[in-house]
C-alpha cells in the first residue's frame, strides 16, 4: 500500500458520548495530515457490501471504527477477507479489543496511534462459524449481556448494575468439554472463551491471552459457594491463577484456566450465549476454532 485513503466509520448510538465533536477533530487532524479521507455511519445490520465494492474500486487502504466492540466485530468480519489495515478510535462501553491491543482512549491519542500506521496481524475465532475478533461466554455474563442489551441506557454503570442484580439469581450450568482426546464434565457459572484478555474497562478475565498466538483462552468458572464467587474472580482477575495443564484434580478448583486452537462445549442445560458482548441465541453444542492472523490492526 501506498497513498493513504481512509474511511472512518462512525457507530452513532455507541458508549455514552456525542459524536459530533470526535467527526469535527477526525477531519481536523486527518485533514492536517494530508491524508485523503471519508466519514460514514456503521451499518445496524451488518450488510457492507457496497462499502466493498468502494475499498476494492478506489484503493482504500485503511478502515477506522468509531465505537465499541460490538462494532469492531462487525465490521471486521464484514471486510476481514480485503487488504485492508483497521484502526479503532474506541467509543463504546467497554472497548475490549482496543484495550487489550494497548490502545488510548482518548481520540487525539488514538488518532496519532492511526496516523503513526504501525499494524500487525491479529486472530479472531468462530463458535458455531460465527465470527469473533475478542470475547465470548456461555452462562452468567452472557445473561448480563442480554439483560444490558435491553436498556435504553448504557455505560458502566449500568453493566455493572446489570451484574450485581444477576450475581444474586445466578446459578451453575452443565456443560461437557471435549479437547483432542480428552473430555470432562463442570457444572460452572460461565465459560469464557478470550482471544483478548479482558471483558473490557480492564477487567482481566484472561491474563496470560494474547492477540496473535493462535490459541484460545477457556476460563470456566466452576460451581462453589455463590459467596466465594466474587473473590475467586477478582483473585483471577488479578492475574493470581497461573494458566493450567489439566489434570484429575480439576474438580476442586474453583477456576480453571487453559489454553487450546479449538474446542467443543456440550452445552446441557442451554446456558446463553454472547459473541464479543453482544447476546446471541444459544445451542446445544459450540463448535469453536481459531483464525490466525484474521486481519491486519493497527497498534502503538
Known amino acids: 500500500m501506498s497513498e493513504r485513503k481512509i474511511i472512518y466509520l462512525i457507530n452513532p448510538i455507541s458508549g ?21 479521507f471519508e466519514i460514514y455511519s456503521t451499518n445496524a445490520n451488518g450488510d457492507y457490501d457496497l462499502l466493498k465494492d468502494k475499498i476494492l474500486k478506489e484503493g482504500i487502504t485503511d478502515v477506522v471504527m468509531i465505537g465499541g466492540d460490538g462494532t469492531v466485530n462487525q465490521v471486521t468480519n464484514a471486510l476481514r477477507d480485503l487488504t485492508v489495515r483497521f484502526g479503532i478510535i474506541p467509543f463504546g462501553s467497554g472497548n475490549g479489543l482496543a484495550l487489550a491491543a494497548g490502545l488510548p ?4 491519542h488514538a488518532l496519532s496511534i492511526i496516523f503513526a500506521c504501525k ?7 468462530l463458535i458455531n462459524n460465527q ?10 455474563d452472557a445473561q448480563v449481556a442480554h439483560d444490558f442489551a435491553t436498556k435504553e441506557t448504557r455505560g458502566l454503570m449500568m453493566y455493572t448494575q446489570q451484574s450485581i442484580f444477576n450475581y444474586f439469581k445466578a446459578h451453575p450450568y452443565q456443560f461437557e468439554i471435549i479437547l483432542d482426546n480428552f473430555s470432562f464434565y463442570s457444572d460452572a457459572f460461565f465459560i469464557s ?26 476460563v470456566i468458572v466452576q460451581k462453589m459457594n455463590k459467596a466465594k464467587l466474587p473473590f475467586a474472580i477478582l483473585k483471577h482477575i488479578r492475574g493470581n491463577n ?32 454472547h459473541i464479543d458482548g453482544e447476546p446471541r441465541e444459544t445451542a446445544e453444542e459450540f463448535t469453536i476454532e481459531i483464525l490466525k492472523d484474521c486481519f491486519d490492526l493497527i497498534q502503538a
Open 16 to 36: 455514552t458520548s456525542k459524536k459530533q465533536g470526535i467527526k469535527k477533530l477526525i477531519e481536523r487532524e486527518t485533514t492536517a495530515q494530508g491524508i485523503a
Open 105 to 108: 482512549t482518548k481520540p487525539q
Open 119 to 125: 499494524s500487525r496481524k491479529i486472530d479472531a475465532f
Open 131 to 140: 465470527y469473533s475478533c475478542m470475547l465470548s461466554g456461555i452462562g452468567f
Open 193 to 218: 472463551i478470550a482471544n483478548s484478555n479482558q471483558f473490557g474497562n480492564h477487567v482481566t478475565i484472561a491474563p496470560q491471552a494474547s492477540l496473535s498466538d493462535g490459541l484460545l483462552d477457556i
Open 242 to 273: 497461573k494458566l493450567q495443564q489439566l489434570v484429575e484434580d480439576m474438580t476442586h478448583k474453583n477456576i480453571l484456566y487453559f489454553q487450546t486452537p479449538s474446542l467443543t462445549i456440550k452445552n446441557l442445560k442451554l446456558a446463553p450465549l
